[in-house]
Nanobody, 118 residues
Framework: VQLQASGGGLVQAGDSLRLACTAS????????MGWFRQAPGKEREFVAA????????RYTDSVKGRFIIFRVNAKNTVYLQMNSLTPEDTAVYYC????????????WGQGTQVTVSS
């Protein structure tokens, strides 16, 4: 499975961005999918995850109410809608796939940069 993340960019505080992670090589319709981020000088952290059937989602506390993870299986793609962005959201965002749908990430994308200016 290859994962391609896209949609990052430079925005101002309060703006929105939508990241996309498209899988190739195999359908990921039943895979758990997740987003992580790594800010400069910090460790990679979990951001959001969605179950294989799309019913269950989870978020880190700092993005709850602002970010939404969803998937379109027909496109083999998972999205991260990011609203009300703050400079603290600045990071490289990575997507990941979990064939076991149990939060064990086996495949990673290359990352997309999100920069939020104040």
């Amino acid at each position: 499975v290859q994962l391609q993340a896209s949609g990052g960019g430079l925005v101002q505080a309060g703006d929105s961005l939508r990241l996309a992670c498209t899988a190739s090589g195999r359908t990921v319709s039943y895979y758990g999918m997740g987003w992580f981020r790594q800010a400069p000088g910090k460790e990679r952290e979990f951001v959001a995850a969605i179950s294989g059937n799309g019913v269950s989602t989870r978020y880190t506390d700092s993005v709850k109410g602002r970010f939404i993870i969803f998937r379109v299986n027909a496109k083999n793609t998972v999205y991260l809608q990011m609203n009300s962005l703050t400079p603290e959201d600045t990071a490289v965002y990575y997507c990941a796939a979990d064939p076991s749908d149990s939060l064990r990430w086996s495949y990673w994308g290359q990352g997309t940069q999100v920069t939020v200016s104040s």
